[in-house]
Each structure stands twice: as structure tokens, then as C-alpha cells.
């Protein structure tokens, strides 16, 4: 059964550092997402990404964060100058906007900012 | 705004019984997709149920069903026969499919599956 996969499984970095996080959606799909989640609160929206260009974007998603399909099967989230509260787990979601327009999901990346 | 409120932050059941974790939402569209999703430890989000909201009929999977009721907003899930494997977080989520596509999320309901 096809997945969304997303690598690393888990990054450390320092604060003001910049990390990238990678996910490869199913193939025929053509809707993309990151989410975050805060240890123990809700899931948030971050960004939706569809005819390789942002659909919509958060209050969260700023100007130190960029998404990008630089291939055609990745998708990639890139933070430029990480932040404490920027410590979550981010889950990476596709979709094929057709069939019950449900959103798949990886197994996400959790970050810690130290 | 769309919102979606889950009311039970914790919740247990005895392993076989039944149980029902509550979820409301507020909307003013007439069309668009509820979703339960089960986290467990791992944090892998996994897809429990869907339904659409044209549809009247109750969705159900297996041991997992829902109540919807469209005129209230309320989707809940009601879990059968539990197992220790029921164990997670469980989120309600919402899901508009024009302008905005974006799945949102109610806080989650911990549940705990006792032997």
C-alpha cells in the first residue's frame, strides 16, 4: 500500500540554525501539507501546497519558513533560523482531492530545538 | 471560523466494553468531511473513520462507528469490544473541501484501556 514517508525521523539542532525536512508524498497525489504539533496540544495547520504553489498558509507559517517540490517526489519544509518554540513534531499529509479527500499521513519528524 | 471541540481531554474504558469519546464542530458550509484520527505512542497519525456530510447513514469500520448528527454538528465515536491496542490520543477533525482545505483539529481525547 503506497505511504507518505518523511526523513529524518528526528532532528537536534541549534537554535538559529537552519533545518530542512523532507517528506515524499504518494505518487498520484497532488495535494500537499505540513502540520505541527506541540508536544501534548493540538495539531496546527501550517501550509497547503497544490500546482506547485502555496494554496494557504498559516499565522505560524512566516517568513522563516518555506516549502518546496524541487523534483517532482519530495516535498520539503525548511525552517531558516530555528527558534525554541519551533520544537514539535511536523507531520507531513497528502492528498489526492478526490477520494473522501482524506489526507494521508507520514510518520512525522519530530524536532527539538536546543 | 470553523472550529472543532473535543470536551473530554481523558478518558478510560474496561478492555471489551464500549465507549464513546464526543466531538462538535462548528461551520456554516453544507458540504464537507469529518475525520477521527488515532495517534498512538509512536505519533503516527492514522486514519480511524470518515464521513461525509451529504451523507446520512452512519459511517462504520469494524468495531469503530460514528453518530452524526448534522443539525446538532456532532460526530461521535463510539468504540466496540475495546482493546488494549485502542490505547491513543484520538482527534476529530474537519475538513472543508473549497476554499480551504485544511484539516482542523479538535485538542483530543486521551484514551486509556484498562485490563
Known amino acids: 500500500e503506497p505511504e507518505v514517508t518523511q526523513t529524518p525521523s528526528h532532528q537536534v539542532t541549534q537554535m538559529g540554525q537552519e533545518v530542512i525536512l523532507r517528506c515524499v508524498p504518494i505518487s498520484n497525489h497532488l495535494y500537499f501539507y505540513w502540520y505541527r504539533q506541540i508536544l501534548g496540544q493540538k495539531v496546527e495547520f501550517l501550509v497547503s501546497f497544490y500546482n506547485n504553489e502555496i494554496s494557504e498558509k498559516s499565522e505560524i507559517f512566516d517568513d522563516q519558513f518555506s516549502v518546496e517540490r524541487p523534483d517532482g517526489s519530495n516535498f520539503t519544509l525548511k525552517i531558516r533560523s530555528t527558534k525554541l518554540e519551533d520544537s514539535a513534531m511536523y507531520f507531513c499529509a497528502s492528498s489526492d482531492g478526490v477520494t473522501y479527500n482524506e489526507q494521508f499521513f507520514g510518520p512525522g519528524t519530530r524536532l527539538t530545538v536546543l | 471560523a470553523q472550529t472543532v471541540t473535543q470536551s473530554q481531554p481523558e478518558m478510560s474504558v474496561q478492555e471489551a466494553e464500549t465507549v464513546t469519546l464526543s466531538c462538535t464542530y462548528d461551520?456554516?458550509?453544507?458540504?464537507?468531511?469529518l475525520f477521527w484520527y488515532k495517534q498512538p505512542p509512536s505519533r503516527q497519525m492514522i486514519l480511524v473513520i470518515r464521513q461525509e456530510a451529504y451523507k446520512q447513514q452512519n459511517a462504520t469500520e469494524n468495531r469503530f462507528s460514528v453518530n452524526f448528527q448534522k443539525a446538532a454538528k456532532s460526530f461521535s465515536l463510539k468504540i466496540s469490544d475495546s482493546q488494549l491496542g485502542d490505547a491513543a490520543m484520538y482527534f476529530c477533525a474537519y475538513f472543508n473541501a473549497g476554499n480551504n482545505r485544511k484539516l482542523i483539529w479538535g485538542l483530543g481525547t486521551s484514551l486509556a484501556v484498562n485490563p
Open positions: 461551520t456554516s458550509e453544507s458540504d464537507y468531511y
